[in-house]
């Protein structure tokens, strides 16, 4: 069982150049969510989605863009990639709200650095 | 507006002692909480939840307490292990489906 499935594992993007970051998971989960690492930060929500044809914005949305026309990907995209975007990148799913009966399960993530 | 806080960065302690990890929030519409462990490298993995409905869950040497009057809530950690060592983040969760996490406590559990 993969469960959530994150790709690539690295990138190094130069400023103004644009990049999917992809999200797959096999569990059959209607929640997903993009989240972003900045150090002594924690993780910061950028979008999230209860279900295929519906996302929306979490805390810091400005700079990205999400889709989810299936209920196994949910891609995470960066159109104008800036310094400020450098981060590590982790999508997770859950299968309902992410209580305690229906945790999120993480990806291994994607480090993004934006020179 | 960092409506979920871990105002310790990092804690440290010996082998077989207690750790209490701490957290706080500011939205009163938080009705559950999480904890979550992660290791370098890694995606953060699910520890223990409560709901706003209790003050207490208990699983295993994890138990995680819950104050809403003070909003806040903290995870003890009885006896600590080496292994133990990672970074643990709190998260907060309404109805909107958000899952809103702290900054993360690093945890250094020393043999």
């Known amino acids: 069982n993969a469960g959530v499935t994150q790709t690539p594992k690295f990138r190094i993007l130069k400023i103004g150049q644009s990049m999917t970051l992809q999200c797959t998971q096999d569990m059959n989960h209607n929640y997903m969510y993009w989240y972003r690492q900045d150090p002594g930060m924690g993780l910061k929500l950028i979008y999230y989605s209860v279900g295929a044809g519906i996302t929306d914005k979490g805390e810091v949305p400005n700079g990205y863009n999400v889709s989810r026309s299936t209920t196994e990907d949910f891609p995470l995209r960066l159109e104008l990639a800036a310094p400020s975007q450098t981060s590590v990148y982790f999508c997770a799913s859950s299968y309902a709200r992410g209580r305690g009966d229906s945790p999120l399960h993480f990806g291994n993530g994607t480090r993004l650095t934006v020179t | 507006d960092q409506q979920v806080k871990q105002n310790s960065p990092s804690l440290s302690v010996q082998e077989g002692r207690i750790s209490i990890l701490n957290c706080d929030y500011t939205?009163?519409?938080?009705?559950?909480f999480l904890w979550y462990k992660k290791y370098p490298a890694e995606g953060p993995t699910f520890l223990i939840s409560i709901s706003s409905i209790k003050d207490k869950n208990e699983d295993g040497r994890f138990t995680v307490f819950l104050n809403k009057s003070a909003k806040h809530l903290s995870l003890h950690i009885v006896p600590s292990q080496p292994g133990d060592s990672a970074v643990y983040f709190c998260?907060?969760?309404?109805?909107?489906?958000?899952?809103?996490f702290g900054q993360g406590t690093t945890l250094q559990v020393k043999p």
């Open positions: 939205n009163s519409m938080f009705d559950y």
């Open positions: 998260a907060a969760g309404s109805n909107t489906g958000k899952l809103i």
